[in-house]
């Protein structure tokens, strides 16, 4: 089954801002809202942010979103250690009835 | 607190069958779709199969479908998923996550996950 498009890896400095890119196409990025989750090693992902840049409480406000056709972003103000994590994004696909994840980007922090 | 605990993961042998449970706490379970979402190791997350909160709605990925059925029983506050006919593809991390009143919402929370080794 066909899964989003997202880079394997991205990195940035403490303070930097960072995005990560999540690319699908018409039936599901394209017309459905794109969720973005946060996973640390060996635990289970929370859900971050979610339809049109919401925000579950306890996620600060350095985490946006955003979407412009098929493709979507993650942003990651004023970077931290703390954000090293793999983060992956979802969207349903109408032709499907079902969701689809990316691939997951494992973010570094140097 | 919301709170979801998935069990009944284990070894099983090519060709076997396993039962998962996932138990919800701390919301009313029979208001919400409900999905299981595996990951295999060092790989990605899947997404397996919803329910609708009567199980009137299902789906499943093709990965699974014909083999996996997923169920619910409200009064149980639990979540199911049988898994017959196992390849060793099926090796993964299988979490249950809570949806909303939709299918097409967004999963939260999520479990901490069930271990499902197929070997031989």
């Known amino acids: 089954q066909s899964i989003l498009t997202q880079p394997p890896s991205a990195s940035g400095t403490p303070g930097q801002r960072v995005t990560i890119s999540c690319s699908g196409s018409?039936?599901?990025?394209?017309?459905?809202?794109v969720n973005w989750y946060q996973q640390f090693p060996g635990t289970a992902p929370r859900l971050l942010n979610y339809?049109?840049?919401q925000r579950p409480s306890g996620v600060p406000d350095r985490f946006s979103d955003s979407k412009s056709g098929t493709s979507a972003s993650l942003a990651i103000d004023g970077l931290q250690s703390e954000d090293e994590a793999d983060y992956y994004c979802?969207?349903?696909?109408?032709?499907?009835?079902?969701?689809?994840f990316g691939g997951g980007t494992k973010l570094t922090v140097l | 607190q919301v709170h979801l605990v998935e069990s009944g993961g284990g070894l099983v042998k090519p060709g076997g069958s396993l039962r998962l449970s996932c138990l919800g706490s701390?919301?009313?379970?029979?208001?919400?779709?409900m999905n299981w979402i595996r990951q295999a190791p060092g790989k990605g997350l899947q997404w397996i199969s919803y329910?609708?909160?009567?199980?009137?709605?299902?789906n499943y990925a093709d990965s699974v479908r014909g083999r996996f059925t997923i169920s619910r029983d409200n009064a149980k506050n639990t979540l199911y998923l049988q898994m017959n006919s196992l390849t060793v593809d099926d090796t993964a991390i299988y979490y249950c996550?809570?949806?909303?009143?939709?299918?097409?919402?967004?999963?939260?929370?999520w479990g901490q996950g069930t271990l499902v080794t197929v070997s031989s």
């Open positions: 979802a969207a349903w696909d109408d032709d499907l009835k079902g969701w689809l």
């Open positions: 329910m609708s909160v009567t199980g009137s709605f299902t």
């Open positions: 339809e049109n840049n």
């Open positions: 996550a809570r949806g909303t009143v939709a299918a097409r919402h967004y999963f939260d929370p």
């Open positions: 018409r039936s599901n990025v394209g017309t459905n809202f």
């Open positions: 701390g919301f009313r379970f029979e208001d919400y779709y």
